[in-house]
């Protein structure tokens, strides 16, 4: 068993050379550098794959999104925990923060617009931060209010950007009602039927989504870029 | 009746109890790190209630000393489900303390909401989460073995509020060193309010007060919690800005 150990810690701290691996061992090892939060090597990655004649767009959704989206699963099932995912999203970062300006080149047509944002009295922003990341990575144009985001912000934000969907995160059980407030106004004033509205936090539930009116509640960052788009695409064939 | 509280109230749990004619309640803990797992915590009480009820404990009144604690809703689902087992003859009522989590008990519902109006970007802090922040906070949340994520927890907030449960006296002294120095770990003003048990201690002793009045006619009335005003008053600010 002690030689087992030896041989393993060894292995352990081998560097590996990413440029030796082909395509199909490089997109594995980043899955795992990403799962452990390894950023530099998530930038050499990158670049490695886009080097090697790689579109932006597939090294974001076969490398960055897909290894995130083992991590969201993981997170949801208590294998990982808030530090691990935390620095697998700074990770993502530091990969998108290459890709970011190719997307922008290659002029691709979002998927749809979203405006996301921390309601009224809520600071906190983890969250909503990986959800934007996992939209962004799904194709969307993000537009981030930030936090404490009061119904004006999210109207002004509205009717400036046109987004298809409207995305509140809240991860407190005292503010998380506020979710309503700006439902209820989008009804007073008649926009309801503009926006899909998806919301999404802590102590939220599916339960509370559908009290507070609306379209989705999210349990994760993954879940709530595979219903963004899923509720587009099933807007667009209804109005088809 | 049976108190099953978080590990992180053990201490709050037992003075309460053990402050006079409280001395037939059982008092249970479950870790404290379920703190930083919500979604564990009614499993876990489920868990222990069976455990109990193996070994022959078994109870009319069962009191969970949580509040919400970012369980989305599954300990008053768990709670409802007890109820509805105790009104068809099967099993002990069960209810928790209300709020939202230890910090809006401890403060009360409406000082709390003052304080979160006031400043929404506070990090709160108990008796019990100052003593331990090194092993909940900095290792805990992994802050320790990477410093870059201090930023992404702590980045939007702008000071600390501990929230004591212990009266001005050495012990106190000691739990404002370990919350200023949890607060300059995180470069943030320092206030503090004391609180004493606040709701955890007047649904204590409401939830208890049947049996206890029946049992012991005579019991020493239970101590008072200090009221919002008090509290308003007490509160006092304890600049120690930090260099980020």
Not at chain 1, 41 to 66: H, Q, S
Not at chain 1, 171 to 185: A, G, N, Q, R, S
Not at chain 2, 145 to 170: C, I, K, M, S
């Amino acid at each position: 068993m002690a030689d087992a150990a030896t041989v393993d810690s060894a292995d352990a701290d081998e560097e590996i050379d990413l440029s030796a691996l082909d395509d199909d061992d490089l997109i594995a090892q980043m899955h795992d550098d990403l799962y452990d939060g390894l950023g530099p090597e998530i930038v050499e990655g990158t670049e490695l794959l886009l080097g090697r004649g790689w579109g932006a767009d597939k090294v974001l959704n076969e490398a960055l999104v897909e290894a995130m989206r083992i991590v969201g699963i993981d997170f949801r099932d208590g294998i990982l925990f808030v530090p691990e995912v935390l620095l697998a999203a700074n990770a993502m970062k530091a990969g998108m923060e290459v890709l970011r300006p190719l997307l922008a080149e290659t002029g691709a047509e979002p998927i749809g617009k979203i405006v996301i944002g921390t309601v009224k009295g809520d600071i906190h922003d983890i969250g909503k931060n990986l959800v934007g990341m996992m939209l962004e990575g799904a194709g969307f144009e993000v537009v981030d209010l930030g936090i404490n985001t009061d119904v004006d912000e999210f109207l002004g934000a509205l009717a400036e950007h046109r987004p298809d969907i409207l995305g509140m995160s809240a991860l407190l059980t005292t503010t998380m009602p506020y979710m309503k407030v700006v439902v209820d106004t989008l009804i007073e004033q008649g926009l309801r039927d503009d926006y899909l509205v998806i919301v999404g936090g802590a102590p939220l539930n599916q339960e509370f989504g559908e009290a507070v009116g609306a379209d989705a509640y999210c349990r994760d960052a993954a879940v709530a870029a595979e219903t963004a788009t899923d509720l587009i695409k099933a807007r667009r064939a209804a109005a088809a | 009746m049976l108190v099953l509280g978080c590990g992180a109230l053990a201490n709050e749990l037992r003075a309460i109890v053990g402050s006079g004619g409280l001395e037939h309640i059982d008092v249970e803990c479950l870790p404290a790190k379920l703190h930083n797992r919500p979604a564990l915590i009614a499993p876990e009480v489920r868990a222990r209630l069976n455990r109990l009820a193996q070994q022959g404990r078994t109870y009319e009144r069962v009191l969970l000393g949580y509040g919400d604690c970012g369980s989305a809703g599954a300990i008053d689902d768990l709670c409802a489900e007890f109820e509805r087992a105790h009104a068809a003859g099967d099993g002990p009522s069960m209810t928790r303390v209300p709020g939202a989590h230890c910090y809006e008990f401890f403060a009360t519902a409406p000082l709390f909401a003052e304080m979160s109006e006031a400043e929404p970007a506070t990090f709160y802090l108990t008796d019990y989460l100052a003593r331990h922040f090194d092993l909940l906070v900095w290792q805990g949340l992994g802050i320790a073995d990477h410093p870059e994520l201090a930023e992404l927890y702590f980045g939007n907030y702008r000071r600390v509020v501990l929230l004591t449960q212990t009266p001005d006296g050495a012990q106190r002294a000691r739990i404002e060193a370990c919350a200023r120095a949890g607060a300059d770990r995180l470069g943030l003003p320092l206030e503090i309010v004391e609180t004493g048990y606040g709701e955890l201690e007047t649904t204590l002793t409401s939830v208890a007060a049947p049996r206890r009045n029946t049992a012991t006619p005579d019991v020493t009335a239970p101590r008072r919690s200090t009221v919002p005003s008090e509290l308003a008053a007490s509160r006092r600010s304890d600049e120690h800005q930090v260099p980020a």
